[in-house]
């Protein structure tokens, strides 16, 4: 593998103003020659402990690719930048003035990037010795065009957590762990490739989604485009699950944040409203939030509190009503690229309600702040 060292100098603009986000991102072109053929995007904060396992993963890869490694630190209040000035001088590096969120810090590094192919992997991740090859000889492949991830196995015990997910009706993901079910229709942005050029006919991420979500804005767009999102057999990643934005399964019960789980139910909406093909928004968007609704008074019940209608379920209604302009822009512009009809778009998806199960199985979410 050769490592394509790159200049640290990063445009200003880039850096402090995320207004340059907002606009319309440029038309691919032909890789150059002597570009990298994989940049690998790396969004960091407070990550000085985790960070060298996913960089050294990173710098072991098997076979002869070029790639580009570059990190953006989003105003981490640890060591993380000294640690990759040091440690890490070929990594082109990122800094942030002000914390922005995953959504914007993977639209900045993208922007920048050099490469044919982006993967974008978590700081709490690391890859097998054979990820990017694998990775690489797949998406060479007729079907291998669209959205790509690996085979995710947790840190700790190193058991298989999914090959990708498919989706229940309110965008909750359901794992698949099938060796011969390869196309689904999500993948965590923990380990997401994609070619750029898709990435730019999208137009990356809603930087007004913040963190949560964007990885299933992202795969859904891609699918309703008409692009496969897939799970590449061979290889994988370990993953500390929920390290870098809390919230997992520890023993047998679900914790969470309230800032986690209110994004989460936001987001899900808003990318709901942006990519249900045609009419059937309308009363696929009435039963999400009826559903939200009674949720969120059954949970206030059960704990007897108002504060997760507030923090939450209510927080979520209200933010998203807000940002509905957002959600309009976005909406025609997806489904302008849209070459799938309902049908083919419903075989991500199972009828049963994830919630439903995980609730039966852990007992209600234990939420902290």
């Given at each position: ?16 103003d995320t207004s340059t986000l ?28 985790i960070l060298a396992d996913c ?279 997806v489904q302008s690229l849209r ?31």
């Amino acid at each position: 593998m050769r490592v394509q060292l790159i200049s640290k100098s990063t445009p200003q603009s880039l850096l402090d103003d995320t207004s340059t986000l907002d606009q319309p991102m440029p038309k691919s072109t032909e890789r150059r020659k002597g570009s990298p053929l994989v940049t690998v995007c790396i969004a960091n904060y407070n990550g000085e402990m985790i960070l060298a396992d996913c960089v050294d993963s990173l710098l072991n890869q098997a076979g002869a690719i070029d790639m580009e490694i570059i990190i953006h630190d989003d105003a981490s209040t640890d060591t993380s930048v000294d640690l990759i000035r040091e440690k890490y001088p070929q990594v082109k590096l990122i800094t942030s003035h002000e914390n922005v969120g995953f959504c914007i810090a993977n639209n900045r590094m993208v922007a920048t990037a050099k490469g044919e192919f982006i993967l974008l992997l978590n700081n709490d991740a690391a890859l097998f010795s054979d990820a990017i090859s694998s990775l690489v000889e797949f998406a060479t492949k007729e079907d291998g065009k669209g959205i790509l991830t690996l085979p995710q196995y947790d840190w700790e015990s190193e058991e298989l957590v999914d090959r990708g997910s498919v989706l229940d009706p309110f965008l909750n993901a359901v794992p698949n762990r099938s060796r011969d079910y390869h196309s689904v229709a999500y993948v965590i942005g923990a380990c997401l490739w994609t070619p750029k050029s898709l990435w730019e006919q999208i137009g990356g991420f809603p930087p007004w989604l913040e963190s949560i979500g964007e990885d299933i804005f992202l795969c859904l767009a891609a699918r309703l485009a008409g692009f496969p999102v897939m799970v590449v057999p061979a290889s994988g990643y370990r993953h500390r699950q929920g390290h870098s934005f809390g919230g997992n399964r520890i023993g047998d019960r679900i914790r969470t944040t309230y800032r986690r789980r209110g994004l989460s139910e936001r987001n899900r909406l808003c990318v709901l409203l942006c990519c249900t093909p045609g009419w059937w928004v309308v009363p696929w968007t009435i039963l999400h939030i009826t559903v939200i609704a009674l949720e969120g008074l059954a949970l206030c019940v059960w704990m007897r509190s108002l504060r997760p209608w507030r923090d939450i379920y209510g927080m979520a209604l209200r933010e998203c009503w807000s940002k509905r302009h957002l959600v309009r822009d976005v909406r025609r512009h997806v489904q302008s690229l849209r070459r799938i009809g309902l049908r083919e778009y419903l075989r991500g998806f199972r009828p049963i309600p994830r919630k439903v199960q995980l609730l039966l199985r852990h007992g209600a979410p234990h939420l902290h702040d």
